[in-house]
Antibody, heavy 121, light 110 residues
Framework: QVQLVESGGGVVQPGRSLRLSCATS????????MHWVRQAPGRGLEWVAI????????YYADSVKGRFTISRDNSNNTLFLQMNDLRAEDTAVYYC??????????????WGQGALVTVSS | QSALTQPPSVSGSPGQSVTISCTGT?????????VSWYQQPPGTAPKLIIY???IRPSGVPDRFSGSKSGNTASLTISGLQAEDEAYYYC??????????FGTGTKVSVL
């Protein structure tokens, strides 16, 4: 069965960096686009970034562009989110999500359990 | 990248129908038929319930249906059940090759 497991969350000071990982299993990782989506405490969902199945294309929300970098290691079935220059407003649960069909970027039908990132001094 | 607009809450009695609107622009909802809907009970990860405006994934009850007209998409829950109580979010692909979520709607079953 498809499994997505995020790790790397924690408490970090403003301006510092953190890297999230999403370990996957149960499907051919290199065939699927992957997303990061976040949810601030008590708030709605916010799309963060997408990386195509082969890493060719990456797109970001304006709120994180230039500070966050999405990447993937297809040989180890793992997705990453490098977060630099963190701000208080980046505090959220970060979900990795897999797209519904191979070689596409649309619709997220598998989600991890989420990793909490808290930015606070 | 402004969030798509959804009503904060809707409610209905068991068996009734409720409809949630999702209003965007010609650069997102109105641009392409890549509107999806997600159900999120409190404390859990979201679940895909509609994709490409109106298609239900396998296992999603047929009381959930989706549609779109112009820049507004809609999710209708017919025959409301207690287990449908959750937050619902729409999302759309955009002309910038990014995605945008709706503001979210809390569905309450009276």
């Amino acid at each position: 069965q498809v499994q997505l497991v995020e790790s790397g969350g924690g408490v970090v000071q403003p301006g510092r960096s953190l890297r999230l990982s999403c370990a996957t299993s149960g499907f051919i990782f290199s065939n699927y686009g992957m997303h990061w989506v976040r949810q601030a405490p008590g708030r709605g969902l916010e799309w963060v970034a997408i990386i195509w199945y082969d890493g060719t294309y990456k797109y970001y929300a304006d709120s994180v562009k230039g500070r966050f970098t999405i990447s993937r290691d297809n040989s180890n079935n793992t997705l990453f989110l490098q977060m630099n220059d963190l701000r208080a407003e980046d505090t959220a649960v970060y979900y990795c999500a897999r797209v519904r069909t191979p070689y596409s970027g649309y619709d997220f039908n598998y989600w991890g359990q989420g990793a909490l990132v808290t930015v606070s001094s | 990248q402004s969030a798509l607009t959804q009503p904060p809450s809707v409610s209905g009695s068991p068996g009734q129908s409720v409809t949630i609107s999702c209003t965007g622009t010609s650069r997102d909802v109105g641009f392409y038929n890549r509107v999806s809907w997600y159900q999120q009970p409190p404390g859990t990860a979201p679940k895909l319930i509609i994709y490409e405006v109106s298609i239900r994934p396998s296992g999603v009850p047929d009381r959930f249906s989706g549609s779109k007209s112009g820049n507004t998409a809609s999710l209708t829950i017919s025959g409301l059940q207690a287990e449908d109580e959750a937050y619902y979010y729409c999302t759309s692909f955009t002309k910038s090759s990014t995605f945008v979520f709706g503001t979210g709607t809390k569905v309450s079953v009276l």
